[in-house]
C-alpha cells in the first residue's frame, strides 16, 4: 500500500456527504439504513480507491484507500474541499463532456504522478444513485505500480523465477530504468542485464513447452 494509513485520519467521507448521500436515497423511498450501510461495505471491500462525489464537489463517500490518497494530495489550504484538485479536474471534465454527449456514457480516464515512483490511474463516470435525481461522479483510483506488481509476482510463480530475478522483474515492469533497478538492489548494470535475460529465457522455455503440449495429437481441449 503506497499510502499508509494514519492515526489522525482526517473524515473525507463527512457527515455532510453521508446526509447527503441518506437524503437522496430518502426522496426515492430508498431510505433504509442498511442499504446505504451495505453500499458503503461494498464500497470498503474494493482494493482500488472508490470515491463518491457531487457535481457540486461534495464528496459523498470515499473508501479507506482513497481517503488515503486525498490525503496524500491534498494541500493545507484545500481543507473546506476534501478533493484534490488532481481528482477534481478529471470530474470537471466529465461534467463538462456531459454538455456534448448528453446521451452518452462517457469515461474520463487520466493518469498522475505525483512522486516520481508514484503513479495513479483515474477514472471518472456517472454514477446514478437514484431514478431521474441525482447524478453523481463515482472515480476510480489505480496504483499502476502495485498493478504492476501484482503480475509481476504471478509472472514469478509462472516462469519459477529466483527471488532476486523477482525482484528485478518488479521493478522493471513498474518502468524502472536498468540504472534505477540497479541502485534500488545495490548491484550492477551488467547484473540487472543479465538477470533479464535470465527472465525471457525462462519466459520463451516456457511458451515454447506450452505450445509444444498444445501442438501434440494427444492434447485435448477441455
Known sequence: MLFPCENNNVNFASILGNNFLKKSLKDENLESASKVDLLQAMIESFVDGILIAT?????????EYARAICRQLAHKAAVVNPIPEEIWRICQSL????????????????????TPTIKLRLRARWLQLCVNKHNFLLVTLEDCNQYSQSIAIADAK?????DRERQVWQLRRANFSYKEIANQLYITINTVKKHLKNIHAKQHEKEHITFADSSSPYFKWN
Do not use: R
Not at 509462472?158 to 529466483?162: A, F, G, Q, R, S
Open 158 to 162: 509462472k516462469y519459477n523465477l529466483t
Open 55 to 63: 457535481t457540486e464537489g461534495n464528496l459523498v463517500h470515499a473508501n
Open 95 to 114: 461534467i463538462d463532456s456531459q454538455d456534448l454527449f448528453p446521451d452518452e456514457k462517457i469515461i474520463i480516464e487520466s493518469e498522475i504522478e505525483p
